[in-house]
């Protein structure tokens, strides 16, 4: 039977990128599938030149929102009507969603952290140990701090970027910071309950890099977690497990900031499993 063919005032898209191969897109396309959602997740390229007429163009065709990576989690801002609690305290979004016809920014990397933390303890009360100051660490430590935890010890090799952090934790948050200069072998304080790789150590193709801290320094019990999640079994997440420890990949980050931006922009909350299958996938 014939279809009717409803001819609108459309723009049909076609752009040749290489995006089939994208994570994130693979990982948030088949929660789609699964959810039966008539979506689309694209990966499109912006240069930073070209980032203003990209928002505009996100409002115009009707986006429900995007994600941003470097380097447009800060410089999106001015091109946004408004930013989430979180979002605005660190500076930075990576989660854009339409609210009515606002366009409001958020950050949901700390938040996915956050999530699979629960999983395995409440941060309420909790010492955390946290390698690395960088964008991750900073949406971790506001995050775990927003979620209860009291004391952060902020490790980090540039002196500038750590003290930069520890102030902002110190006067943006409810907890408190403290910075130590990673400029010898650490060793993890009885007393930290969560220690927390946010730095790039591990990251493919230098996947048996290691952090410079005492591993006789975990225990058994306490929670390790590795943002991470290529390869997701980094040397920090096998020596924790021989360890005993709780250990978090930086997989399940990765899927849980996804399930949180797929909520925010459908109503649907997706099935971690799924989407954790399907990085798998492309990650081999
Ligand atoms: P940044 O470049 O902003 O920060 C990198 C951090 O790593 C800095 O603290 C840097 O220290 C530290 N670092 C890098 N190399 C070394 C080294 N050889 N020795 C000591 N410290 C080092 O990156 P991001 O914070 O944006 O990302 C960090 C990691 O987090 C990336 O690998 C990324 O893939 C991952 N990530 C994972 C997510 C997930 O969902 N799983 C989400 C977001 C990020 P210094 O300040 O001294 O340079």
């Given at each position: 039977?014939?279809?009717?063919?409803?001819?609108?005032?459309?723009?049909?898209?076609?752009?040749?990128?290489?995006?089939?191969?994208?994570?994130?897109?693979?990982m948030?396309?088949?929660?789609?599938?699964?959810?039966?959602?008539?979506?689309?997740?694209?990966?499109?390229?912006?240069?930073p030149?070209?980032?203003?007429?990209?928002?505009?163009?996100?409002?115009?065709?009707?986006?429900?929102?995007?994600?941003?990576?470097?380097?447009?989690?800060?410089?999106?801002?001015?091109?946004?009507?408004?930013?989430?609690?979180?979002a605005?305290?660190?500076?930075?979004?990576?989660?854009?969603?339409?609210?009515?016809?606002?366009?409001?920014?958020?950050?949901?990397?700390?938040?996915?952290?956050?999530?699979?933390?629960?999983?395995?303890?409440?941060?309420?009360?909790?010492?955390?140990?946290?390698?690395?100051?960088?964008?991750?660490?900073?949406?971790?430590?506001?995050?775990?701090?927003?979620?209860?935890?009291?004391?952060?010890?902020?490790?980090?090799?540039?002196?500038?970027?750590?003290?930069?952090?520890?102030?902002?934790?110190?006067?943006?948050?409810?907890?408190?910071?403290?910075?130590?200069?990673?400029?010898?072998?650490?060793?993890?304080?009885?007393?930290?309950?969560?220690?927390?790789?946010?730095?790039?150590?591990?990251l493919?193709?230098?996947?048996?890099?290691?952090?410079?801290?005492?591993?006789?320094?975990?225990?058994?019990?306490?929670?390790?977690?590795?943002?991470i999640?290529?390869?997701?079994?980094?040397?920090?997440?096998?020596?924790?497990?021989?360890?005993?420890?709780?250990?978090?990949?930086?997989?399940?980050?990765?899927?849980?900031?996804?399930?949180?931006?797929?909520?925010?922009?459908?109503?649907?909350?997706?099935?971690?499993?799924?989407?954790?299958?399907?990085?798998?996938?492309?990650?081999?």
């Amino acid at each position: 039977m014939a279809k009717e063919l409803n001819f609108k005032q459309e723009l049909t898209a076609c752009f040749g990128q290489p995006v089939s191969e994208n994570p994130t897109q693979a990982m948030v396309e088949a929660a789609y599938r699964h959810h039966g959602l008539d979506w689309r997740y694209l990966t499109i390229e912006v240069a930073p030149d070209g980032l203003a007429d990209a928002v505009k163009g996100a409002r115009a065709m009707g986006f429900q929102g995007f994600n941003c990576t470097i380097p447009h989690k800060v410089a999106v801002i001015e091109h946004l009507d408004g930013l989430g609690e979180s979002a605005s305290v660190m500076g930075a979004v990576n989660c854009v969603v339409r609210r009515g016809d606002q366009l409001i920014g958020e950050n949901t990397d700390g938040k996915g952290f956050v999530t699979g933390l629960k999983e395995l303890t409440d941060p309420t009360g909790k010492e955390v140990v946290m390698f690395g100051a960088g964008g991750a660490a900073r949406a971790i430590g506001v995050e775990v701090a927003l979620a209860g935890a009291t004391k952060i010890t902020v490790v980090n090799r540039s002196v500038e970027r750590g003290e930069e952090l520890t102030q902002l934790l110190n006067d943006k948050v409810p907890a408190d910071a403290e910075f130590v200069p990673w400029d010898k072998t650490f060793a993890i304080p009885e007393s930290a309950e969560v220690v927390i790789n946010a730095t790039s150590i591990g990251l493919f193709p230098d996947v048996d890099a290691q952090l410079d801290f005492d591993f006789n320094t975990l225990r058994e019990g306490q929670v390790v977690a590795d943002v991470i999640p290529n390869p997701p079994r980094t040397h920090l997440v096998r020596e924790a497990e021989a360890k005993g420890c709780k250990v978090i990949d930086g997989l399940g980050m990765l899927v849980n900031q996804g399930v949180i931006g797929i909520e925010y922009w459908t109503g649907v909350d997706a099935d971690p499993s799924v989407m954790r299958k399907a990085l798998e996938e492309v990650f081999g």
